[in-house]
């Protein structure tokens, strides 16, 4: 089983780089966290974003292809506790099968990208950058292990 993030976005700042290389080099080998990052469209005066966009989700649902949930975050989702993050990760681990977290470009998501997934997750009612939103992503995705395994990590 692996742990799939497909994102929008390269060339990440280097404390991006750092902090997802601290919490994906923490997991498991047996419960890798992975990063797919995807090239965003490049936005002009005159781009037509929502063309861009569309590209960005068409790419985004094509690297979620293979078998397994599909989890998108987004704003409009459901706001899930680190408790909540926990049961829903041992639960995906009962079936063993990789799941897909998508995050979107500067410019959100379709409709169509939010259909095809499985679960839609909000991180909160904060607008954040993209390339944090990795970070709080493998983040909560280790702390949630932690849980499982009642690692000293969690202190709630």
Not at 47 to 55: K, M, S, W
Request: proline fraction near 6%; charge should be positive; aromatic fraction near 8%.
């Amino acid at each position: 089983m692996r742990l799939r993030v497909v994102a929008i976005g390269q060339r990440m700042p280097a404390w991006v780089q750092q902090g997802w290389k601290e919490y994906a080099g923490r997991m498991p080998r047996n419960l890798p966290l992975e990063l797919r990052e995807i090239p965003a469209g490049r936005r002009t005066r005159q781009a037509d974003v929502g063309a861009i966009r569309e590209r960005e989700c068409a790419a985004l649902i094509d690297a979620a292809a293979a078998p397994g949930p599909v989890v998108v975050l987004d704003e409009t989702g459901l706001q899930w506790t680190t408790a909540d993050l926990s049961r829903q990760l041992a639960d995906w681990m009962q079936f063993g099968d990789d799941i897909h977290f998508l995050i979107g470009g500067p410019d959100g998501l379709n409709q169509e990208t939010r259909d095809r997934a499985d679960r839609v997750w909000s991180l909160g009612k904060l607008t954040l950058p993209h390339p944090m939103v990795r970070l709080i992503l493998a983040e909560q995705i280790y702390r949630a292990w932690t849980i499982l395994q009642n690692h000293p990590y969690h202190r709630a």
